[in-house]
Protein backbone atom coordinates (compact mmCIF):
# COMPACT_ATOMS: atom_id res chain seq x y z
CA UNK A 1 0.00 0.00 0.00
CA UNK A 2 1.67 3.20 -1.14
CA UNK A 3 2.71 5.26 2.06
CA UNK A 4 -0.63 7.72 3.46
CA UNK A 5 1.74 10.34 4.89
CA UNK A 6 1.62 10.97 0.75
CA UNK A 7 -1.03 13.72 0.89
CA UNK A 8 0.97 15.66 -1.96
CA UNK A 9 -0.19 13.04 -4.58
CA UNK A 10 -3.15 10.72 -2.92
CA UNK A 11 -2.68 7.34 -3.86
CA UNK A 12 -6.10 5.86 -5.91
CA UNK A 13 -8.18 4.36 -3.15
CA UNK A 14 -9.16 1.76 -6.22
CA UNK A 15 -6.02 0.60 -5.67
CA UNK A 16 -5.92 -0.95 -2.28
CA UNK A 17 -6.66 -4.24 -1.58
CA UNK A 18 -9.49 -4.97 1.04
CA UNK A 19 -6.80 -5.52 3.87
CA UNK A 20 -4.94 -2.60 2.89
CA UNK A 21 -8.35 -0.58 3.16
CA UNK A 22 -9.21 -2.26 6.40
CA UNK A 23 -5.89 -1.10 8.10
CA UNK A 24 -6.10 2.48 6.95
CA UNK A 25 -9.81 2.53 8.13
CA UNK A 26 -8.77 1.12 11.91
CA UNK A 27 -6.10 3.67 11.72
CA UNK A 28 -8.96 5.62 12.62
CA UNK A 29 -10.87 3.36 14.50
CA UNK A 30 -13.67 2.90 12.05
CA UNK A 31 -15.59 -0.37 11.86
CA UNK A 32 -14.49 -3.12 9.63
CA UNK A 33 -17.88 -3.29 7.68
CA UNK A 34 -17.07 0.10 5.95
CA UNK A 35 -14.99 -1.80 4.27
CA UNK A 36 -17.86 -3.32 2.04
CA UNK A 37 -19.81 0.04 2.33
CA UNK A 38 -16.90 1.78 0.37
CA UNK A 39 -16.47 -1.11 -1.83
CA UNK A 40 -19.72 -0.78 -3.25
CA UNK A 41 -20.11 2.21 -3.89
CA UNK A 42 -16.46 2.01 -5.61
CA UNK A 43 -17.07 -1.00 -7.71
CA UNK A 44 -20.80 -1.52 -8.16
CA UNK A 45 -22.08 2.38 -8.24
CA UNK A 46 -19.09 3.38 -9.93
CA UNK A 47 -18.50 6.57 -7.83
CA UNK A 48 -15.63 8.65 -8.16
CA UNK A 49 -15.66 10.68 -5.23
CA UNK A 50 -15.59 10.38 -1.82
CA UNK A 51 -18.98 13.08 -1.55
CA UNK A 52 -20.70 10.53 -2.65
CA UNK A 53 -20.83 7.91 0.07
CA UNK A 54 -23.57 9.55 2.01
CA UNK A 55 -23.85 6.18 4.16
CA UNK A 56 -19.97 6.49 5.19
CA UNK A 57 -19.74 9.17 8.82
CA UNK A 58 -18.20 12.39 7.95
CA UNK A 59 -14.87 12.24 9.56
CA UNK A 60 -14.36 8.88 7.90
CA UNK A 61 -14.62 10.45 4.42
CA UNK A 62 -12.94 13.95 5.09
CA UNK A 63 -9.96 11.05 6.20
CA UNK A 64 -10.09 9.24 2.83
CA UNK A 65 -10.40 12.36 1.00
CA UNK A 66 -7.22 13.71 2.61
CA UNK A 67 -5.40 10.01 2.17
CA UNK A 68 -6.48 8.50 -1.07
CA UNK A 69 -8.06 9.86 -4.35
CA UNK A 70 -10.04 8.72 -7.81
CA UNK A 71 -7.66 8.60 -11.02
CA UNK A 72 -10.06 8.15 -13.18
CA UNK A 73 -10.28 7.99 -16.72
CA UNK A 74 -11.63 11.18 -18.27
CA UNK A 75 -13.58 10.58 -21.62
CA UNK A 76 -12.04 13.55 -23.86
CA UNK A 77 -12.31 13.10 -26.89
CA UNK A 78 -14.73 10.93 -29.44
CA UNK A 79 -14.56 9.63 -33.34
CA UNK A 80 -17.65 7.87 -34.76
CA UNK A 81 -17.26 5.82 -37.92
CA UNK A 82 -19.78 5.63 -40.65
CA UNK A 83 -20.73 2.01 -39.42
CA UNK A 84 -21.56 3.17 -36.37
CA UNK A 85 -18.05 2.55 -34.46
CA UNK A 86 -17.58 4.48 -31.86
CA UNK A 87 -13.60 5.29 -30.39
CA UNK A 88 -12.85 6.91 -27.14
CA UNK A 89 -9.98 8.91 -25.95
CA UNK A 90 -9.84 9.00 -21.94
CA UNK A 91 -7.34 11.24 -20.57
CA UNK A 92 -5.64 9.99 -17.59
CA UNK A 93 -4.93 11.47 -14.26
CA UNK A 94 -0.89 11.41 -15.13
CA UNK A 95 -1.97 13.62 -18.78
CA UNK A 96 -1.62 10.29 -20.53
CA UNK A 97 -4.24 9.11 -23.22
CA UNK A 98 -5.64 5.52 -23.82
CA UNK A 99 -8.44 4.53 -26.34
CA UNK A 100 -11.50 2.25 -25.92
CA UNK A 101 -13.49 1.50 -29.07
CA UNK A 102 -17.29 0.73 -28.69
CA UNK A 103 -18.21 -1.69 -31.66
CA UNK A 104 -21.88 -2.33 -32.60
CA UNK A 105 -23.22 -4.74 -34.55
CA UNK A 106 -26.64 -6.18 -35.04
CA UNK A 107 -28.05 -5.38 -31.73
CA UNK A 108 -24.84 -6.48 -30.05
CA UNK A 109 -21.95 -4.12 -28.13
CA UNK A 110 -18.16 -5.38 -28.21
CA UNK A 111 -16.50 -3.15 -25.93
CA UNK A 112 -12.53 -3.47 -26.66
CA UNK A 113 -10.06 -1.84 -24.21
CA UNK A 114 -6.80 -1.16 -23.29
CA UNK A 115 -4.40 -2.66 -20.64
CA UNK A 116 -0.78 -0.30 -20.88
CA UNK A 117 -0.62 3.48 -21.85
CA UNK A 118 1.41 2.37 -25.09
CA UNK A 119 3.10 -0.86 -25.76
CA UNK A 120 7.09 -1.29 -26.55
CA UNK A 121 7.13 -4.65 -28.09
CA UNK A 122 7.29 -2.69 -31.38
CA UNK A 123 4.87 -5.33 -33.52
CA UNK A 124 5.18 -3.92 -37.11
CA UNK A 125 1.40 -3.68 -38.07
CA UNK A 126 0.24 -1.86 -34.83
CA UNK A 127 0.09 1.65 -33.96
CA UNK A 128 0.47 1.52 -30.53
CA UNK A 129 3.94 -0.03 -31.06
CA UNK A 130 4.92 3.21 -32.72
CA UNK A 131 4.01 5.32 -29.10
CA UNK A 132 6.16 3.25 -27.03
CA UNK A 133 5.35 2.37 -23.12
CA UNK A 134 4.51 5.06 -20.60
CA UNK A 135 2.83 2.43 -17.92
CA UNK A 136 0.44 0.02 -17.33
CA UNK A 137 -3.14 0.49 -16.51
CA UNK A 138 -4.76 0.03 -13.24
CA UNK A 139 -7.52 -2.02 -12.53
CA UNK A 140 -9.51 1.33 -11.58
CA UNK A 141 -8.79 2.65 -14.89
CA UNK A 142 -9.42 -0.68 -16.84
CA UNK A 143 -12.80 -0.47 -15.18
CA UNK A 144 -13.69 3.32 -16.18
CA UNK A 145 -12.92 2.04 -19.59
CA UNK A 146 -15.71 -0.72 -19.01
CA UNK A 147 -17.91 1.49 -17.60
CA UNK A 148 -17.87 4.43 -19.62
CA UNK A 149 -18.59 1.81 -23.05
CA UNK A 150 -21.35 0.04 -21.46
CA UNK A 151 -22.92 3.67 -20.97
CA UNK A 152 -22.29 4.11 -23.86
CA UNK A 153 -23.81 1.08 -25.38
CA UNK A 154 -27.49 1.63 -23.01
CA UNK A 155 -27.28 5.43 -24.53
CA UNK A 156 -26.93 3.99 -28.07
CA UNK A 157 -29.57 1.33 -27.51
CA UNK A 158 -32.42 3.88 -26.16
CA UNK A 159 -31.12 5.96 -29.15
CA UNK A 160 -30.69 9.25 -26.86
CA UNK A 161 -28.15 11.50 -27.63
CA UNK A 162 -25.08 10.24 -26.94
CA UNK A 163 -22.98 10.61 -23.72
CA UNK A 164 -20.61 13.91 -24.07
CA UNK A 165 -16.76 13.32 -24.39
CA UNK A 166 -15.39 14.99 -21.15
CA UNK A 167 -17.73 13.74 -18.33
CA UNK A 168 -15.73 11.66 -16.08
CA UNK A 169 -16.78 8.27 -15.44
CA UNK A 170 -19.53 7.68 -12.58
CA UNK A 171 -22.35 5.88 -11.31
CA UNK A 172 -23.44 2.92 -13.38
CA UNK A 173 -26.59 1.93 -12.89
CA UNK A 174 -26.86 -1.59 -11.15
CA UNK A 175 -26.92 -4.32 -13.99
CA UNK A 176 -24.53 -2.18 -16.95
CA UNK A 177 -22.25 -4.85 -17.42
CA UNK A 178 -25.13 -6.62 -19.35
CA UNK A 179 -25.17 -3.60 -22.00
CA UNK A 180 -22.25 -5.33 -23.63
CA UNK A 181 -22.21 -8.09 -25.34
CA UNK A 182 -18.09 -8.73 -25.23
CA UNK A 183 -15.54 -7.21 -23.73
CA UNK A 184 -11.69 -7.66 -25.47
CA UNK A 185 -8.70 -6.83 -23.89
CA UNK A 186 -7.68 -6.01 -27.18
CA UNK A 187 -6.85 -2.18 -26.81
CA UNK A 188 -3.26 -0.39 -26.75
CA UNK A 189 -0.56 -2.81 -24.99
CA UNK A 190 0.07 -6.10 -23.91
CA UNK A 191 -2.60 -7.70 -21.46
CA UNK A 192 0.36 -10.22 -20.18
CA UNK A 193 2.50 -7.41 -19.77
CA UNK A 194 0.14 -5.94 -17.05
CA UNK A 195 -1.38 -9.14 -15.95
CA UNK A 196 -1.74 -8.44 -12.10
CA UNK A 197 -4.27 -5.65 -12.66
CA UNK A 198 -5.87 -7.25 -16.14
CA UNK A 199 -7.16 -10.47 -13.98
CA UNK A 200 -8.43 -8.10 -10.71
CA UNK A 201 -10.31 -5.57 -13.42
CA UNK A 202 -11.64 -9.31 -14.81
CA UNK A 203 -12.52 -10.49 -11.61
CA UNK A 204 -14.32 -7.16 -10.53
CA UNK A 205 -16.11 -6.70 -13.49
CA UNK A 206 -17.22 -10.62 -13.52
CA UNK A 207 -18.19 -9.79 -9.56
CA UNK A 208 -21.81 -10.24 -8.82
CA UNK A 209 -21.31 -6.98 -6.03
CA UNK A 210 -19.97 -5.57 -9.34
CA UNK A 211 -20.74 -5.31 -12.70
CA UNK A 212 -22.04 -8.66 -12.60
CA UNK A 213 -21.24 -9.72 -16.09
CA UNK A 214 -20.31 -13.17 -17.70
CA UNK A 215 -16.68 -13.86 -17.78
CA UNK A 216 -17.86 -16.22 -21.05
CA UNK A 217 -18.17 -12.68 -22.65
CA UNK A 218 -14.52 -12.05 -21.79
CA UNK A 219 -11.91 -12.32 -24.03
CA UNK A 220 -7.92 -11.48 -23.12
CA UNK A 221 -5.93 -11.27 -26.29
CA UNK A 222 -2.36 -11.65 -26.38
CA UNK A 223 0.71 -11.96 -28.51
CA UNK A 224 1.27 -14.89 -26.70
CA UNK A 225 4.39 -14.65 -23.64
CA UNK A 226 4.67 -18.55 -22.56
CA UNK A 227 4.90 -18.29 -19.04
CA UNK A 228 2.30 -16.13 -18.58
CA UNK A 229 0.06 -18.40 -20.67
CA UNK A 230 0.80 -20.84 -17.99
CA UNK A 231 0.51 -18.43 -15.28
CA UNK A 232 -3.10 -17.74 -16.71
CA UNK A 233 -3.91 -21.64 -17.25
CA UNK A 234 -2.92 -21.85 -13.55
CA UNK A 235 -5.65 -19.55 -12.59
CA UNK A 236 -8.07 -21.48 -14.45
CA UNK A 237 -10.06 -18.65 -16.38
CA UNK A 238 -13.51 -18.45 -16.59
CA UNK A 239 -12.83 -15.90 -19.77
CA UNK A 240 -11.52 -16.73 -23.30
CA UNK A 241 -8.35 -16.56 -24.64
CA UNK A 242 -7.04 -15.63 -28.04
CA UNK A 243 -3.28 -15.76 -29.62
CA UNK A 244 -2.50 -12.89 -31.91
CA UNK A 245 -0.57 -15.68 -34.14
CA UNK A 246 -0.45 -13.85 -37.44
CA UNK A 247 2.50 -16.23 -39.31
CA UNK A 248 2.77 -19.66 -38.45
CA UNK A 249 6.49 -19.97 -39.71
CA UNK A 250 8.76 -18.21 -36.83
CA UNK A 251 11.21 -16.08 -39.58
CA UNK A 252 7.82 -14.25 -40.78
CA UNK A 253 6.06 -13.97 -37.33
CA UNK A 254 9.19 -12.35 -36.11
CA UNK A 255 9.55 -10.12 -38.81
CA UNK A 256 5.64 -8.87 -37.80
CA UNK A 257 5.97 -9.20 -34.13
CA UNK A 258 9.40 -8.94 -33.63
CA UNK A 259 9.19 -10.50 -29.86
CA UNK A 260 8.70 -13.61 -31.00
CA UNK A 261 12.17 -13.98 -31.53
CA UNK A 262 12.68 -14.11 -27.69
CA UNK A 263 10.02 -16.74 -27.71
CA UNK A 264 9.26 -18.65 -30.68
CA UNK A 265 6.11 -20.30 -32.15
CA UNK A 266 7.42 -24.58 -30.36
CA UNK A 267 7.53 -22.08 -27.14
CA UNK A 268 4.04 -20.90 -27.35
CA UNK A 269 3.02 -24.02 -28.63
CA UNK A 270 4.09 -26.13 -25.58
CA UNK A 271 2.23 -23.46 -23.19
CA UNK A 272 -0.60 -23.52 -25.16
CA UNK A 273 -0.95 -27.66 -24.67
CA UNK A 274 -0.22 -26.77 -21.02
CA UNK A 275 -3.05 -24.22 -20.96
CA UNK A 276 -5.42 -26.57 -22.89
CA UNK A 277 -4.77 -29.55 -20.42
CA UNK A 278 -5.40 -27.37 -17.30
CA UNK A 279 -8.50 -25.48 -18.57
CA UNK A 280 -9.90 -27.95 -21.75
CA UNK A 281 -10.65 -24.74 -23.29
CA UNK A 282 -10.37 -24.11 -27.21
CA UNK A 283 -7.74 -21.62 -28.34
CA UNK A 284 -8.77 -18.57 -30.22
CA UNK A 285 -6.50 -17.77 -33.16
CA UNK A 286 -6.48 -14.13 -34.60
CA UNK A 287 -4.57 -14.02 -37.60
CA UNK A 288 -4.71 -10.74 -39.44
CA UNK A 289 -3.99 -10.67 -43.28
CA UNK A 290 -1.78 -8.76 -45.14
CA UNK A 291 -1.30 -8.51 -48.88
CA UNK A 292 1.37 -10.67 -49.84
CA UNK A 293 3.10 -11.08 -46.61
CA UNK A 294 0.81 -14.07 -44.88
CA UNK A 295 -2.05 -14.22 -46.89
CA UNK A 296 -0.43 -17.36 -49.65
CA UNK A 297 -1.77 -20.49 -49.50
CA UNK A 298 1.64 -22.00 -48.48
CA UNK A 299 0.88 -19.62 -45.57
CA UNK A 300 -2.83 -20.83 -44.70
CA UNK A 301 -0.83 -24.47 -44.87
CA UNK A 302 1.38 -23.69 -42.19
CA UNK A 303 -1.27 -22.39 -40.53
CA UNK A 304 -3.62 -25.58 -40.67
CA UNK A 305 -0.58 -27.28 -39.00
CA UNK A 306 -0.38 -24.67 -36.36
CA UNK A 307 -3.70 -25.65 -35.39
CA UNK A 308 -3.33 -29.38 -34.70
CA UNK A 309 -2.09 -28.94 -31.86
CA UNK A 310 -4.94 -28.30 -29.90
CA UNK A 311 -8.60 -27.12 -30.48
CA UNK A 312 -8.77 -23.53 -31.81
CA UNK A 313 -11.45 -20.91 -33.96
CA UNK A 314 -9.43 -19.15 -35.90
CA UNK A 315 -10.71 -15.62 -36.37
CA UNK A 316 -9.43 -14.13 -40.17
CA UNK A 317 -9.34 -10.40 -39.31
CA UNK A 318 -9.31 -7.58 -42.13
CA UNK A 319 -6.60 -4.80 -41.76
CA UNK A 320 -7.30 -1.77 -40.64
CA UNK A 321 -4.18 -0.16 -42.38
CA UNK A 322 -2.28 2.25 -40.06
CA UNK A 323 0.07 4.93 -41.74
CA UNK A 324 4.10 4.07 -42.57
CA UNK A 325 4.00 0.25 -41.66
CA UNK A 326 4.20 -0.44 -45.39
CA UNK A 327 1.01 -3.06 -44.57
CA UNK A 328 -1.64 -3.13 -46.47
CA UNK A 329 -5.01 -5.56 -46.10
CA UNK A 330 -5.64 -8.62 -47.96
CA UNK A 331 -7.89 -8.63 -51.13
CA UNK A 332 -11.12 -10.45 -51.07
CA UNK A 333 -9.94 -12.88 -53.41
CA UNK A 334 -6.78 -13.58 -51.28
CA UNK A 335 -9.35 -13.88 -48.18
CA UNK A 336 -12.19 -16.11 -49.86
CA UNK A 337 -9.15 -18.87 -50.92
CA UNK A 338 -7.18 -18.55 -47.55
CA UNK A 339 -10.61 -19.30 -45.66
CA UNK A 340 -11.14 -22.28 -48.29
CA UNK A 341 -8.12 -23.46 -47.52
CA UNK A 342 -8.61 -23.73 -43.77
CA UNK A 343 -12.15 -24.60 -44.20
CA UNK A 344 -11.66 -27.46 -46.42
CA UNK A 345 -9.30 -28.69 -43.66
CA UNK A 346 -12.23 -28.95 -41.18
CA UNK A 347 -11.29 -25.86 -39.41
CA UNK A 348 -13.59 -23.17 -37.95
CA UNK A 349 -12.73 -20.11 -39.69
CA UNK A 350 -14.74 -16.44 -39.14
CA UNK A 351 -13.59 -13.67 -41.16
CA UNK A 352 -14.00 -10.51 -38.93
CA UNK A 353 -14.20 -7.35 -40.77
CA UNK A 354 -12.22 -4.04 -40.30
CA UNK A 355 -14.43 -1.74 -38.54
CA UNK A 356 -14.20 1.90 -37.93
CA UNK A 357 -12.11 2.75 -40.97
CA UNK A 358 -13.03 5.85 -41.40
CA UNK A 359 -12.17 6.79 -38.30
CA UNK A 360 -8.63 5.07 -37.75
CA UNK A 361 -10.07 2.57 -35.26
CA UNK A 362 -6.98 0.17 -34.93
CA UNK A 363 -5.92 0.98 -30.80
CA UNK A 364 -3.38 3.45 -30.89
CA UNK A 365 -3.83 5.50 -33.79
CA UNK A 366 -6.33 8.24 -32.19
CA UNK A 367 -3.75 8.81 -29.42
CA UNK A 368 -1.23 9.41 -32.06
CA UNK A 369 -3.03 11.45 -33.85
CA UNK A 370 -4.21 13.14 -30.39
CA UNK A 371 -0.59 13.70 -28.92
CA UNK A 372 0.46 14.91 -32.16
CA UNK A 373 -1.96 17.91 -32.19
CA UNK A 374 -1.99 18.84 -28.26
CA UNK A 375 1.94 18.50 -27.50
FE1 LIG B 1 1.90 -4.11 -28.28
FE2 LIG B 1 -0.23 -5.55 -28.97
FE3 LIG B 1 0.57 -3.49 -30.48
FE4 LIG B 1 2.06 -5.70 -30.39
S1 LIG B 1 -0.04 -5.55 -31.18
S2 LIG B 1 2.81 -3.57 -30.25
S3 LIG B 1 1.75 -6.34 -28.27
S4 LIG B 1 -0.22 -3.37 -28.40
Redesign the pocket.
Known amino acids: MASISNIDFPPDIRSLTNEELTRALASVDEKKFRVQQIYQWIWKLGSTTFDDMLNIPGPTREFLKTHFSFHSAKAEIQQKGSDGTVKTGFRLYDGSVIEGVLIPAGGRFTACISS ?1 VG ?5 K ?5 RLGFTRNLTTGEIFDQVVYLSRLAGTIQRSEPESRAGSVVSHPEPGIGRLLSNIVYM ?4 PFLNYEAVKKSIETITSAESLGMSPQRITVS ?2 GIPKMIRTMADDRPKYHFAL ?1 LHAANDKKRSRI ?1 P ?1 NLHHPLPEIIEALKYYHTKTGKRITIEYILFAGVNDSPADASELALFCRNFPVKINLIEYNAVNETGLSGSGQEAILSFVTFLERRNLVVNVRKSRGKDIQAA ?2 QLSANYKNVNK
Open positions: QCNLGCFCATGGMGESISIFCG
